[in-house]
């Protein structure tokens, strides 16, 4: 169960697009549509993004968007805000006994 | 409205055992699979642990099996998670969280409950 690979941080000035990657295996990424994102502010709990690679819940902004190919996932954050500086994490399912695994972790920056 | 509030951390000596609960509402709780997570100090997000709606099916991390166990009680609406033989690297927030209704992924999350291990 090795976490998912994502750039430690990445970056943009306010309203452009920020793309973070998420690479696993072809036990996780690569077998299931599965994949969901998550938004963490310092001292919060995570909050739920993107679900099936490319699903917004209700409330979330149409700003956000997930895209999946091969063995990497990735999250795309359109028009940043200040707001959207946050860690944000991948995450995968894995099959046997209802597993599952993060990624590493990706902090965002808003220049 | 939907929440979910951990409780049961504290400071703990390596090799001891301590349980944290989730107590759930606002929801129809018996419906849905739960789950345990933990994020261990300026660290990333670990899943720890999956228990199905009717407690029939449960997952452990390979980091944790055989040390900790999840449990749920659907007449009170709780999830408990019995950690045993602790080690110092277990120390984390442990968050409880909803398993989307349907499909996989995590919808509702609590605030968490800070358990430390000490040596």
């Known amino acids: 169960q090795s976490a998912l690979t994502q750039p430690p941080s990445a970056s943009g000035s306010p309203g452009q697009s920020v793309t973070i990657s998420c690479t696993g295996t072809r036990g996780d990424i690569g077998a299931y549509n599965y994949v969901s994102w998550y938004q963490q502010r310092p001292g919060k709990a995570p909050k739920l993004m993107i679900y099936?690679?490319?699903k917004r819940p209700s409330g979330v902004s149409d700003r956000f968007s997930g895209s999946k190919s091969g063995y990497t996932a990735s999250l795309t954050v359109s028009g940043l805000r200040t707001e959207d500086e946050a860690d944000y994490y991948c995450s995968s399912y894995t099959g046997s006994s209802d597993l599952r695994v993060f990624g590493t972790g990706t902090k965002v920056t808003v220049l | 409205q939907v929440s979910l509030v951990e409780s049961g951390g504290g400071v703990v000596q390596a090799g001891r055992s301590l349980t944290v609960a989730c107590a759930a509402s606002g929801f129809e709780f018996y419906t849905y699979a739960m789950h345990w997570v933990r994020q261990s100090p300026d660290k990333g997000l670990e899943w720890v642990a999956h228990?199905?709606?009717?407690?029939?099916?449960?997952g452990y991390a390979d980091s944790v099996k055989g040390r900790f166990t999840i449990s749920r009680d659907n007449s009170q609406y709780r999830i408990f998670l019995k950690m045993n033989s602790l080690r110092v690297e277990d120390t984390a927030v442990y968050y409880c969280a909803r398993e989307i209704l349907g499909t996989i992924g995590f919808d509702s999350w609590g605030q968490g409950t800070l358990v430390t291990v000490s040596s």
């Open positions: 099936e690679v490319t």
């Open positions: 228990i199905s709606l009717d407690g029939s099916n449960i």
